[in-house]
């Protein structure tokens, strides 16, 4: 971007303002997702192929929020743009943008695998396992790894930089006309992929919502396991939805004003919040984790449930007398 009417940022209020949100921001998100990370790491009851999923996206916003945010974005508020060459910022704009697209597939993986779960209990036990969802997860993000080198050597050979601003404090790709916007279909590209993940999601409630009515319980038992499955299944739609969210502001909302203040909202702030409040999400769910009611996830009871991320046999085994998301 050009600095020609960049305030002096080392003492304009509004860079300091969103340096430190983000400061703070990211080190909130961090600790929340290293939380996910070691546990998963420490606790061998944790290690099923759901969490497995989750673990991957905890990886990718500790890197995203730590290499995006608190070593570029951060710094670049404080002393200008020009802090860093272009290439830099296009550099680690590039790989947190492709890490991003790959939280969105652990979204779809983690979607198809619920489902699966639901509707061909036989098929997943035999495919789902931890280490098929390792294989996939760890190719996902393989092809992820290959795409930022590409992309990275194309946009050096052409000259192709996309920048962060410390005068709007977001980044915008880059304005040549003579390179290709690789951003432009990005919008419709993730509301389709996020429409097939809520229609997949609500099937799997139904599917669930039709399991409890048809077993004996009484009405109170019903309601109870009905209601824990509705919040459940509320944590799943906050994530994919989030996503959504982000992208409305950055490729759509952004354009209803071009005051600072919005423009960091739409395109730095709401992108850094995805990352931060799901490590979150991750924790309020998660059993072991969760700061929640413990009367909510108490498994000692016949009729409970458990987190998202609790037991794998009480989640998604065709053996489990009740299905539970």
Known sequence: MNNTNSPNTLTDPLNWTTAIFMTVNAIFGIVCNTIIIYNFATSPKERTSFNLICAARAIANVVILGMGFL?????????????????H?????????????????????????????MFFAFFYSKYFTPTVTFILTAAMFAFRFYRMGYDIIDNNYNQCFSTYSSVYLTWFPTRDPRCRNKYEDVFDLTTLLLVGLVLINIATFVKIYLFYKSTEMDSKEIKKRIRKNRILFSQTIIQDLAYAIDMAFTFKLSALSMSRLWSFICGSMVWECVHSFDGLIMIMFNEKLTFL???????????SSVGTQGNPNALFSPRAPAPVV
């Open 71 to 87: 070593s570029l974005f951060v710094p670049l508020t404080i002393f200008g743009e020009n802090l860093f060459p272009p290439v």
């Open 89 to 117: 910022h296009a550099i680690v704009i590039t790989i947190i943008n492709s890490l991003y697209t790959g939280l969105q597939n652990c979204g779809f993986l983690i979607a198809i695998n619920r489902f699966v779960a």
């Open 293 to 303: 009611k413990k009367s909510f996830f108490d498994s000692s009871s016949p009729s």
